[in-house]
């Protein structure tokens, strides 16, 4: 991806280039339709976050490892897949043909049951981070097992701990305060 569009900046390979001109490129479609279209600038992640990106300490190697596990654990919603397209190799994929649909379950668990996806946002901080960690931290037998076990758990922990507070704090993510909010209210209005 060496060649840049004169007008968006984006990226893309040189065989992509929709331009005829000598000196000109841009990907017609594909980015800004020549700058018929202009999209705010993403503004650049905050210092915590480009540091966990970046980083070379233990916290960044332990982002990095596990940041799929991690952006799934602190996603709003999954998708449910009953018929996977790719069987062999490559990154697990499915393609969507017609609808899409959502299904929402309900907002809060049931007292016996461990809140998941949308549930946890309706919790307090501690008892998300709880939930989250505890839910990628597997049960192993043996005593060495158990060790490495609490020590990926506490980890997973402090991890879930700062990408909560990152998010509300620093993004002030409005949809999870809003969550908060709405278990509140649920649980007022059911007393």
Known sequence: MSSE???CHALGFADENQSRKNNECHFGKMCCNQGKVMLEQIPPPPDEMLRLWTGDDEDSKFFLANIRALNAQMSFGS?????ATVKYGGP???KVSGMLNRRVGSLTARPENQPKCIQV???DGK???VTRASTLSTDRKGPTARAQQRRMYEKFLRMFSKLRQFLI???QNR??????SIKEYI???SK
Do not use: G, K, M, R
């Not at 998708?79 to 018929?83: A, H, R, T, Y």
């Open 187 to 189: 649980e007022a209005e």
């Open 92 to 94: 697990a994929s499915f």
């Open 175 to 180: 949809y999870i305060t809003t969550f908060i």
């Open 169 to 171: 704090q620093q993004c």
């Open 127 to 129: 008892t998300q981070d």
């Open 5 to 7: 569009c004169n007008y």
């Open 79 to 83: 998708l449910q897949v009953n018929n």
């Open 121 to 123: 946002h309706f919790y």
